[in-house]
């Protein structure tokens, strides 16, 4: 007899890590949670649909960790620290295997960050995963869209467009693009470093100029971006693909975060870069004016092919 979803439930119980600040988790009508006083509740959102957000060929601990680490990004680009995640499932069957694969992704990145699993909710239906994270920032230092200031640096975490190349490529499961994809790395301690540093951030995952955009509306200003200093991972250069560009500031699913800070900062986060052991790499500037504008080696203006992702 197949497994029916209080097993599966029960299956999950058993596996949650605890926390002090949950006064009652799985298992009630609603979990009871107690928030530190005094600092500011930091909640986000995401669904990842089969085929759209991840190819149908997708191991089951991928989809686990990448539909936490999704949510996770948006924590980090506010600067918060993870605390609280619900999980909120639609699935074809009830596949025990294919369940404890899924735990397997979702809770060893959870535990990295010691995030509890406080609830949610197991239905049938075409796969579809929809996490809520929650987490605390310093009241006054969230990192938003809307502080970047005319003459900030702009800067991104890590390197860009692997993601993009394993969807286009067709990258098999396991190489080095593929993993970008499948498994991204959410910058969780470099966006609670910025909080005092940044003046604004977005994480890139519909794509650098697409997300350097919404900063830029929501700030009244404009960006100019140098393509040749985008940073490139390995395996991106070795595709040598004429495409890079497109994928490095259109791409989505990267991850990465984009921030903003003044000239001043510059020491203080190649610093951060070299104590976190992660790339910062500044790629642009902040001008008056709206758009983005992306510069080729000789100074002038670059079309993409495509704009960055939009779902309609
Ligand atoms: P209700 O019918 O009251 O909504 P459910 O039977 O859906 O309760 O869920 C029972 C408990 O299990 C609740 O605490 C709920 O939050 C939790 N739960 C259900 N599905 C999941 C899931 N996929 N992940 C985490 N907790 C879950
Ligand atoms: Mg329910």
Not at 14 to 24: G, I, P, T
Not at 42 to 62: E, K, Y
Not at 158 to 184: H, K, N, W, Y
Request: hydrophobic share 45%.
């Amino acid at each position: 007899m197949k497994p029916g979803e209080f097993d599966l439930i029960a299956r999950l119980r058993k596996r949650v890590a605890a926390r002090a600040d949950v006064q009652m988790g799985i298992g009630d009508d609603a979990a009871l949670l107690a928030p530190p006083p005094g600092q500011t509740l930091v909640v986000t959102a995401d669904t990842l649909n089969a085929g759209i957000h991840f190819p149908l060929d997708t191991a089951a601990a991928d989809i686990g960790w990448k539909s936490l680490a999704v949510n996770l990004s948006d924590l980090a680009a506010m600067g918060a620290k993870p605390a609280w995640s619900t999980l909120s499932l639609s699935l074809p069957e009830s596949d025990t295997h294919w369940w404890d694969a899924f735990l397997d992704g979702f809770l060893a990145l959870a535990d990295q960050h010691g995030i509890a699993l406080v609830g949610g909710d197991t239905t049938r239906g075409p796969l579809s995963i929809a996490v809520t994270a929650m987490g605390f920032v310093e009241p006054g230092h969230a990192l938003r869209r809307d502080g970047a200031r005319t003459g900030d640096d702009v800067w991104v975490s890590g390197t860009l467009g692997d993601a993009a190349a394993a969807l286009a490529l067709d990258s098999r499961t396991g190489s080095a693009l593929r993993l970008r994809l499948d498994r991204p790395t959410p910058r969780v301690t470099l966006g609670r470093a910025l909080t005092h540093r940044a003046h604004a951030a977005v994480d890139v995952s519909d794509g650098l100029l697409a997300d350097l955009g919404h900063v830029c509306r929501a700030s009244g200003v404009a960006a100019e971006i140098e393509l040749e200093r985008l940073p490139a991972s390995p395996a991106l250069l070795e595709t040598g693909s004429g495409h890079r560009f497109d994928w490095q500031a259109c791409g989505g699913d990267d991850y990465e975060l984009c921030f903003t800070a003044d000239a001043q900062q510059r020491d203080r986060i190649v610093a951060l870069s070299a104590e976190l052991d992660l790339r910062l790499t500044r790629i642009g500037r902040i001008v008056a004016g709206d758009g983005v504008r992306a510069l080729d080696a000789r100074g002038q203006a670059w079309q993409p092919e495509r704009a960055g992702y939009t779902h309609f």
